[in-house]
């Protein structure tokens, strides 16, 4: 007779996520079960798989029950918690605001589908930091299944190791007030009442709503964030496996990443396996 699994090993959460195409949302039944444990050097268990990933991130979020959660990915654990600007050096921090207006000037010409052209400073800085230019923001997700994504997911060519989702959370209600999403915040002083707070964004770009955005920013880039987190580690070795488990509820690269190249890019890898070397050699 097959044996069942332990109460402890099943996890079952209804969770909301929002739909590709225009934000509707729907929900989702998660199961899993999971019988192995993988430990990292601090001795604390490391998270190989979905299941035993929403079970810690439920038994965090038990402790806050009047709070609001972000989630951030790092595909290595090790990575510090600083914005991109602030890891490329002080050359490129005495650049950002020129980046600024020249990614404002490229924005309107190269967006195919520019249906809405931001009016605000701090929307401007949204859009430069999902599209890849480093900005002193720092990305987060309401979405603890994205910020999953993030740690499994390479990129680019890195070592593999352990990755880590952070998890900060605020009371309800805090955040960034309307008329501060138009502060100029290349100025001296203007970030002092935002710092390190959440910022949600209004979703008016495919990629912020896939992703469920959040931003925290900062006025010191070059500095490691002052955040209290939670950390969740993820086993290196179950990533691949894991995002086969986020694709099955949708989170696949094509969903984060909503353009015609990676839906080609994601179907190609589905159905064709990458022979390209050996049909070199033959």
């Known amino acids: ?162 990755g880590q989702v952070l998890i900060m959370h605020m009371e309800k209600g805090q955040g960034l007030k309307e008329e501060e999403k138009d502060i100029n915040p290349f100025e001296s002083g203007t970030l002092k009442d935002i710092e390190n707070q959440f910022i949600i964004p209004d979703y008016f770009d495919q990629r912020l709503r896939n992703q469920q955005a959040a931003f925290t920013i900062t006025s010191k880039p070059e500095e490691e964030a002052k955040i209290v987190v939670k950390k969740i580690d993820i086993d290196n070795s179950s990533k691949e496996s894991i995002l086969k488990e986020l694709a099955t509820y949708g989170i696949t690269e094509d969903f984060i990443y909503p353009t015609l190249d990676r839906l080609c890019e994601r179907i190609t890898k589905e159905f064709i396996k990458d022979n390209t070397q050996n049909n070199e050699k033959a």
């Open 1 to 162: 007779m097959r044996k069942r699994a332990s109460t402890a090993a099943r996890v079952f959460l209804f969770k909301l996520i929002p739909n590709l195409g225009r934000g509707c949302r729907g929900i989702i039944f998660i199961m899993g079960t999971t019988n192995q444990t993988i430990e990292n050097s601090t001795g604390i268990p490391c998270v190989n798989s979905l299941a035993k990933y929403i079970q810690q991130v439920e038994e965090i979020k038990g402790n806050y029950s009047k709070s609001v959660f972000a989630y951030r990915g790092h595909y290595l654990k090790k990575w510090a918690i600083i914005p991109t600007i602030g890891r490329k050096g002080k050359d490129a921090l005495e650049q950002e605001y020129q980046m600024y207006l020249q990614f404002k000037k490229g924005y309107a010409c190269l967006n195919e589908r520019c249906f809405y052209i931001p009016t605000k400073k701090m929307d401007w800085l949204f859009l430069e930091q999902h599209y890849g230019i480093p900005t002193r923001l720092l990305d987060w997700t309401l979405n603890p299944l994205v910020a999953l994504f993030f740690a499994c997911y390479k990129d680019k060519e890195t070592e593999d190791s352990d």
